[in-house]
């Protein structure tokens, strides 16, 4: 038999291959012999990830090489955002690798990485493909990642009664990496199953508060324990101690001021006008208990103190009816 072989070039995809003639008639179809491949990946990208991260993470690399395909990514990290390749003796330390794409994307090449022992830094992701014997490269622009491995650094509640109907709680937060993202408010130990999330406070400028509303019905009226759980930024989260309030919603509130524009007699006498009094007027809540008996004394008796106007103001001082301004007050009427 009679063959004629046909080598050629194929410009387009870069690789050799033959043709078999069999008695100079066109018998094979042709097929690849060998490759050359010089180009590098087209794509070599790091996909976005969130601003702040912690623990360990996916690490996904776009890479695509239309000639041999991709064989491998690796990836490093740098203090500095410039690659370089270790290879040829430079700093940046490769941390993984990764020559199975997903597949779902054929594209992605993915790699779970620890961030744990790891500062905040620049990453890279190096793409070969599968020339041989000499591969191509193709970096990735550097990616600068901040990580946040440490929970914040402070957590507490802070309320101010009276605990009835509307309930402000605020939080005293501080996380020296990230920052603060958000705090969630707990009535009870998040960490307990059974536990009540009340609310989450965003706004940092009015320390994260929360209203808290309460039944007026008196269905909340009791102990509780109050917990505020602070997230930074990069989802680490930190829990106060427990805040103990009494919801009381049948407590009373004092009235307010009561302003008197008439004369205020005491014991006949005329004190004055105009004035502003705060429960002067007002009944007490109960009677007051009857004076005790009186006991015999022996020996000599004590004249009665004069009952004047001034004397009687003193008593009503010394029996908490009126309070020591109030007093004031109206004893200068007096003397004026």
Known sequence: DQFLVYLYEDQVYNTYGVIFDQNFTYSSRPFEYGTRDRRSPTVSELLSLDEYVSG???????AVDEETGIDMVRFYWDDDPTFEDPMFGGDSVQFGYQNVS??????????????????SCYIFALASDDA????????????????????????QVVAYGPFREAIN?????????????????WDGDPT??????????HDSSSSFSFTWTTDPGGTDDGVHYICVRTYDRAGKYNDSALFEITVDSQAQVPSPATNYTGPIIIAG????????????????????????????????????????????????????????KEYLSMKNLLEE
């Open 132 to 155: 041989a014997p000499v591969k191509n490269e193709k970096v990735s622009e550097a990616y600068f990642i901040q990580i946040d491995n440490v929970i914040p650094n402070l957590s």
């Open 169 to 185: 709680l605020y939080a005293n937060t501080f996380d020296a990496d990230s920052g603060v993202e958000y705090v969630e408010y």
């Open 56 to 62: 360990t993470i996916n690490l996904t690399c776009n």
């Open 102 to 119: 997903l597949i779902t994307v054929p594209t992605y090449y993915q790699f779970e990485w620890d961030t744990s022992t790891f500062p």
């Open 269 to 324: 006498a005329i004190i004055g006008a105009a004035i502003v009094i705060q429960g002067l007027l007002r009944r007490s809540r109960s009677p007051e208990a009857p004076p005790p008996p009186s006991k015999k004394i022996r020996g000599k008796m004590k004249p009665p103190t004069e009952q004047t106007p001034l004397n009687t103001l003193k008593q009503r001082l010394a029996q908490g009816e009126i309070t020591q």
């Open 192 to 201: 307990i199953p059974g536990s009540t999330l009340l609310g989450i406070g």
